[in-house]
T-cell receptor, first 114, second 109 residues
Framework: GAVVSQHPSRVICKSGTSVKIECRSL??????MFWYRQFPKQSLMLMAT?????????EQGVEKDKFLINHASLTLSTLTVTSAHPEDSSFYIC??????????FGQGTRLTVV | QKEVEQNSGPLSVPEGAIASLNCTYS??????FFWYRQYSGKSPELIMF????GDKEDGRFTAQLNKASQYVSLLIRDSQPSDSATYLC?????????FGAGTTVTVRA
């Protein structure tokens, strides 16, 4: 299957700082990228959907000013968690689609805010 | 009502047995259905997808879909200790995936 590279895999940051997570499709063009968040023992919750060159569409309850998503090219999307707080600590996962049925997931980023 | 429901488990099966996982979904307009495996601390890996009623087999895995009953299942034959993981059912509607909470499977050696 196609490869989506996500990094960093782990990050620890201080409360109030911002963290950027990158998601790259290595061998296909991701027309759509999705960002998910997963808390312990829970399932993946979709945060937002982004299409290259346009603004992201956020799910209800997700603050767009806090979780900034940029999808500047067909191979790169970024999620920036601004002014992070301990309750933002979670496992963040991106996925990319090439327009077909299957979504390809990145390796995930474990964010810990202290 | 949750969009996608799964028994949380844990489901414990002996090595070599069949593990049977179930999933129901609420929206009849759902178009395609996926089973993912997720190891602790890792992102999901696709096992298989199905979008037509009936069975689809891939190696030791068989997915079954019944759209009338809004039900999709996954059978794992000849279960191995390496199959111990959380299995996520996901349903696609309007280009979005909705995930169930997952069923934790433990295969006893």
């Amino acid at each position: 299957g196609a490869v989506v590279s996500q990094h960093p895999s782990r990050v620890i940051c201080k409360s109030g700082t911002s963290v950027k997570i990158e998601c790259r499709s290595l061998d296909f063009q991701a027309t759509t990228m999705f960002w998910y968040r997963q808390f312990p023992k829970q399932s993946l919750m979709l945060m937002a959907t982004s299409n290259e060159g346009s603004k992201a569409t956020y799910e209800q309850g997700v603050e767009k000013d806090k979780f900034l998503i940029n999808h500047a090219s067909l191979t790169l999307s970024t999620l920036t968690v601004t002014s992070a707080h301990p309750e933002d600590s979670s496992f963040y996962i991106c996925s990319g689609e090439d327009g077909n049925t299957e979504a390809f997931f990145g390796q995930g980023t474990r964010l810990t805010v202290v | 009502q949750k969009e996608v429901e799964q028994n949380s488990g844990p489901l414990s099966v002996p090595e070599g047995a069949i593990a049977s996982l179930n999933c129901t979904y609420s929206d009849r307009g759902s178009q395609s259905f996926f089973w993912y495996r997720q190891y602790s601390g890792k992102s999901p890996e696709l096992i298989m997808f199905i979008y037509s009623n009936g069975d689809k087999e891939d190696g030791r895995f068989t997915a079954q879909l019944n759209k009338a009953s809004q039900y999709v299942s996954l059978l794992i034959r000849d279960s191995q200790p390496s199959d111990s993981a959380t299995y996520l059912c996901a349903v696609k509607l309007a280009n979005k995936l909705s995930f169930g909470a997952g069923t934790t499977v433990t295969v006893r050696a």
